[in-house]
């Protein structure tokens, strides 16, 4: 099994910067695939950003140019780097590992909210 931990959500003012971290551990494949997704109120959850093992990445066109996902494979870590940030943007932010490119087999982690205010 994996497990994964997220930390570093919280409340920004709009145009701020937040940074969101994500560490697996447990029974992980070599060639995987580690991302965000996220979920506002009312809304079905969202691709945000995913990159795999080897370095591919692929943003929402609604992040791209403010936000930047990168990864430690050495960690088995995952950070979300998010700039100008909007007020849309506020959502519970999940982060999520899985075999390339099986998502239905993702595992979550537990979420963390980010708020922004206007």
């Known amino acids: 099994q994996v497990q994964l931990v997220e930390s570093g959500g919280g409340l920004v003012q ?3 910067s937040l940074r969101l ?3 697996a551990s447990g029974s992980i494949f070599s060639i995987n695939t580690m991302g965000w997704y996220r979920q506002a109120p009312g ?3 969202e691709l945000v950003a ?3 093992s080897s370095g591919s990445i ?5 992040v ?3 936000f930047t996902i990168c990864r ?3 960690k088995n870590t995952v ?3 998010m700039n100008s940030l909007k007020p849309e943007d506020a959502a519970v932010y999940y982060c999520c590992i899985y075999r390339t490119p099986w998502l239905a087999s993702a595992t979550w982690g537990q979420g963390t909210q980010v708020n922004v205010s206007s």
């Open 58 to 62: 692929n943003y929402a066109d609604s």
């Open 50 to 52: 995913t990159i795999t």
């Open 72 to 74: 430690d494979n050495a």
């Open 43 to 45: 809304k079905q959850r």
């Open 79 to 81: 950070y979300l780097q």
């Open 21 to 23: 971290s994500c560490a």
């Open 14 to 16: 709009a145009g701020g």
């Open 64 to 66: 791209k140019d403010r």
